[in-house]
């Protein structure tokens, strides 16, 4: 069986994918221990009609005392031969429960695999289908309050809700408005943060492109409460196949946006440049975090 690897840290909100080697293995990241380092000046900031711009220009820390990911994995989880539950193929977004277990979307199977601190295998939830509790193509996993997660199956256009330790709770289904909509993370309160992409109808576009997205909020009910933003999508190759259709492509390397929800904002990325924009949960900007980093295309 094919084996897929992931790279955890404590510091990091998302896992790091690694297909060359076997298994998930859990990093620790340090840093320097010593005195207080002198106060240094890192960044600049500014008020910009309301909206507050924070501009990066040289590491917060001094030399000696930034933080390392070690080079030796503190947990490593999966083998390319040994017992089946410890097999990983395409596995995807690990996440820490808040009792302390690991969770694997192991997309492969489809199926959801938990796992003690000490890589030990505890059980497996899931299997594939279209019934309460299965899977036809396994996405994200959020937390949901303490004691819930969230599971984006897209085969099966829902979110799957279940248990902290993996017992199913119920299915949902977002609420179309003007075209399908792609959950991209959970707030505190429950409700989900989504965008659908905005296509013009009857016009027929040719060449490199950016489709846009429209970012929304729906509660945890998966009723739709409001649209947020307008903001640059990923970048698309069309060709026009008629006068009224055209054919599109995702870009190889091409620009693409980064989204994340959390507590009472989300945070969104352009992909074409150095920027972080942080909104609240109405959509309204609050921040923009800068660096000066030059593009090269």
């Known amino acids: 069986m094919s084996a897929s690897s992931l790279l955890l840290g404590p510091a990091a909100r998302r ?3 690694r297909m060359a080697a076997v298994g998930i293995a859990i990093v620790s990241v340090t840093g320097a221990c010593g005195g207080a380092p002198a106060a240094r000046v890192s960044s600049t900031v500014r008020d910009s009609a309301g909206i507050q711009i924070v501009e990066s220009t040289a590491p917060a820390w001094e030399e000696g005392t930034r933080w390392r990911v070690l080079p030796k ?3 490593t ?3 390319l031969d040994g017992p089946e539950e410890y097999q990983l193929f395409r596995a995807f977004s690990p996440l820490r429960t808040s009792r302390g277990e690991i969770v694997v979307a192991n997309t492969g199977s489809l199926e959801l695999r938990f796992y003690d601190l000490e890589g030990t295998y505890l059980r497996v939830v899931g299997r594939e289908g279209g019934g309460p509790g299965e899977f036809a193509r396994m996405g994200e996993i959020w937390r949901l309050g303490p004691d819930s997660l969230v599971l984006y199956d897209f085969g099966n256009n829902r979110l799957s809700v279940h ?3 993996g017992s199913f709770g119920c299915t ?3 609420e179309r408005v003007a075209a399908l909509p792609l959950p991209m993370g959970v707030f505190a309160d429950g ?3 989504a965008y659908w992409h905005l296509v013009s109808n009857g016009q027929t576009t040719q060449g490199l492109q950016r489709i846009p997205r429209m970012y929304g909020i729906w509660d945890a009910e998966g009723a739709f409460v409001d649209s947020l933003a307008r903001l640059p999508g990923s970048e698309l190759f069309s060709v026009s196949v008629g006068p009224e259709h055209s054919v599109a492509t995702g870009r190889p390397f091409g620009r ?3 989204e994340i929800a959390g507590g ?3 945070y969104y990325g352009r992909g074409d440049r150095y920027d972080i924009e942080v909104r609240a949960m109405d959509g309204t900007l609050e921040r923009l975090i800068r660096r000066p980093v030059p593009t090269d295309r």
């Open 172 to 174: 949902m289904r977002l």
């Open 77 to 79: 989880i999966g083998m």
């Open 256 to 258: 693409s946006p980064v």
């Open 73 to 75: 994995p503190i947990l």
């Open 191 to 193: 409700s989900i943060l």
């Open 264 to 266: 009472e904002r989300w």
């Open 15 to 17: 896992a790091i994918m």
């Open 163 to 165: 248990g902290i330790d």
